[in-house]
């Protein structure tokens, strides 16, 4: 993993960890969840947690991070006018995150469940902060995110390659 896309993880999730909980939409929705239980695989369950709570709406705003700071994007500033390169990285971050989303969510959910079982995780997403579990999820966020970090590295390394590979093609088409 080259070194700017391990700092933008860090970045990202290092300050991120302790406090996402709280950037998250925690606010007990108006309606609650007419299933007591949660229904389907725990993955399944999982997902839910994930869509459900909004966990999974930071990976444009990581891969835009990574893909700006990385060493190429970097060095084309220097080369092109700034709006140009910014502009170039919008276009090229949508398709990247399209492809790749929902195996970020199935990351997502792979490490939620590592720390808590789908009835919590169920509870967590129906019940927000009136979930009996919701003193434990947060003193577990600090571990989940360098648990987190571990297991997409790999597809955040990859999507952001996929970028800067479009950003380099969409400044080769503009004068």
Not at 149 to 163: K, M, P, Q
Request: charged share 20%; proline share 7%.
């Amino acid at each position: 993993m080259n070194r700017t896309l391990k700092y933008a993880l860090v970045a990202c999730f290092g300050m991120v960890a302790p406090t996402w909980a709280q950037q998250v939409d925690w606010q007990t929705p108006k309606t609650q969840s007419a299933e007591p239980k949660p229904i389907g695989s725990p993955r399944d369950v999982a997902r839910f947690f994930v869509k459900h709570t909004g966990v999974n709406r930071n990976f444009i705003y990581i891969l835009l991070h990574a893909t700006q700071t990385s060493p190429q994007v970097q060095a084309l500033y220097g080369q092109f006018p700034k709006e140009k390169v910014d502009k170039a990285v919008r276009i090229a971050i949508q398709p990247v995150v399209r492809k790749h989303f929902a195996e970020w969510e199935a990351n997502l959910a792979l490490t939620y469940l590592e720390f808590f079982t789908p009835e919590v995780l169920h509870s967590l997403a129906t019940e927000r902060t009136n979930s009996p579990y919701f003193g434990e999820f947060q003193a577990k966020s600090p571990k989940v995110g360098p648990r987190m970090r571990e297991r997409i590295a790999g597809l955040l390394n990859e999507a952001s390659v996929e970028a800067i590979n479009i950003v380099r093609s969409e400044l080769k088409k503009t004068p």
